[in-house]
Nanobody, 120 residues
Framework: QLQLLESGGGLVQTGGSLRLSCVAS????????AAWYRQAPGKERELVAS???????DYVDSVKGRFTISRDMRKNTIYLQMSGLKPEDTAVYYC??????????????WGHGTQVTVSS
């Protein structure tokens, strides 16, 4: 089974930057899909950024031009580089991966989340 461990969250001032990391123990399968979600207090979980099997990326409009998702297959790690942070980016950020599991096919996995707080 794949386990995802996020890190890199913290407290930052408006306009600052953070890089979130999501390490997949058990290894990422080729052409996996991955994404970062976030959930602010009292709000539904929101898809922030995704990366497909061929490396194609997509972002929610509110983070376009500020966030970048990437993947390092050698390190089994997915990143979310965040810059120009705003107070409305404050949330718990979750890593999601769709990975191939032998004899079971494609399965979805979630990390436990990392808190990002942006002060005004």
């Amino acid at each position: 089974q794949l386990q995802l461990l996020e890190s890199g969250g913290g407290l930052v001032q408006t306009g600052g930057s953070l890089r979130l990391s999501c390490v997949a123990s058990g290894g990422l399968s080729p052409t996996n899909a991955a994404a970062w979600y976030r959930q602010a207090p009292g709000k539904e979980r929101e898809l922030v950024a995704s990366i497909g099997g061929e490396g194609e990326t997509d972002y929610v409009d509110s983070v376009k031009g500020r966030f970048t998702i990437s993947r390092d297959m050698r390190k089994n790690t997915i990143y979310l580089q965040m810059s120009g942070l705003k107070p409305e980016d404050t949330a718990v950020y979750y890593c999601w991966v769709k990975n191939w599991v032998t004899l079971r096919g494609w399965r979805e996995f979630w990390g436990h989340g990392t808190q990002v707080t942006v002060s005004s």
